[in-house]
């Protein structure tokens, strides 16, 4: 897991020591052997994600990538879900975590697929109860055919990112007693903040 | 919306909606702050801007596989982050209402998945 530092996030040590660049389909061949696709999913994992072959985790991913489209073992079979216990997650908010076997690939039918999937393992429906309209909750009923999602982005890797709303704040007068701007901006209603903006 | 801020986070014609732009609008970030801040039915508002960035920042992390990048040396995100606004044959959400929320984070290096799901029940 990260930890955090003034700056924002930094990745565990073991992260950053070996880098392949640019791994090309010839070169990853060679590291998995003449047939890859006569090797397994475990024997090719043992081989390339041992610790002194790659460490670097976007490397891994192309590597994985590469293998898992060139061997076409992508499977659009269900997928097996465990839920593993994890820290600092808090069941009050139904934050759960999930292990997968197989590969994951960033391409929009895989994914469209991988979420039916998950919807549809076990482990997701005895884990994770859904509201009712009257205010309980219940288990996911029913077979997930599709699913509607949004690919977010994950750009920010700093909580710096909401400092505008304090630096915001310095150029506006009226909230200077309520520095920084993001407090100002909690009043609790626009009358109290009109009320300053009056005082100021 | 009773304060600025909450109205800066749901309100595109807000004032101060200016602060985020479109891209950073669909940033994980800001929606998990949209969904802390703004929450369900009952969600109180908090008078301190601390709480809500510690726990957006914990949920953040909690969520997210991040590594540097040996080449550029910068700090990128492993994780690809979906919001689910719906599935076909199941009923996720009891009620449409954009206060919905319900995240998934796939960390493809650990084969993890990370689900948040928080949805928006009427009080009345």
């Known amino acids: 897991m990260a930890s955090e530092s003034k700056e924002g996030f930094e990745p565990i040590a073991a992260a950053t020591t070996v880098v392949i660049e640019e791994l090309s389909s010839e070169d990853a061949s060679q590291l998995v052997g003449t047939e890859p696709s006569q090797k397994s999913s475990v024997e090719f994992d043992q081989l390339v994600f041992a610790p002194w072959i790659c460490t670097d985790p976007e490397s891994k991913e192309k590597v994985r990538q590469w293998y898992v489209f060139s061997t076409c073992v992508v499977s659009f079979l269900p997928l097996d879900f465990d839920l593993v216990d994890c820290r600092n997650l808090d069941p009050t908010l139904s934050l759960t975590k999930y292990t997968f076997a197989g590969a994951f690939l960033d391409d929009k039918k895989f994914v469209a697929q991988f979420l039916v999937d998950l919807f549809n393992s076990p482990s997701l429906r005895a884990s994770m109860p859904v509201a009712t309209k009257q205010s309980g909750q219940t288990s996911l009923a029913g077979v997930v055919e599709s699913v509607q999602y949004e690919v977010l982005s994950t750009s920010v890797t700093s909580m710096t990112f909401f400092d505008r709303l304090v630096e915001e704040g310095t150029s506006r007068g009226g909230f200077q007693t309520l520095a920084p701007f993001a407090t100002a901006l909690l009043c609790r209603d626009s009358h109290r903040d009109r009320l300053h903006s009056q005082v100021h | ?124």
């Open chain 2, 1 to 124: 919306m009773a304060d600025l801020f909450r109205e800066l986070l749901v309100n595109p014609d807000s004032e101060n909606a200016c602060l985020f732009d479109d891209d950073e609008r669909e940033e994980f970030i800001f929606q998990l702050m949209k969904a802390v801040a703004t929450g369900g039915s009952m969600c109180q508002y908090e008078d301190q801007w601390k709480p809500y960035l510690d726990a957006v920042k914990l949920t953040y992390k909690d969520m997210l596989k991040v590594y540097k990048n040996a080449n550029t040396g910068k700090i990128q995100v492993a994780s690809h982050v979906f919001r689910v606004t719906g599935l076909a044959g199941a009923g996720l959400f009891p009620v449409d209402n954009d206060h919905n929320a319900c995240f998934v984070a796939v960390d493809p290096t650990a084969r993890t998945v990370t689900v948040w799901y928080s949805a928006f029940v009427p009080f009345w």
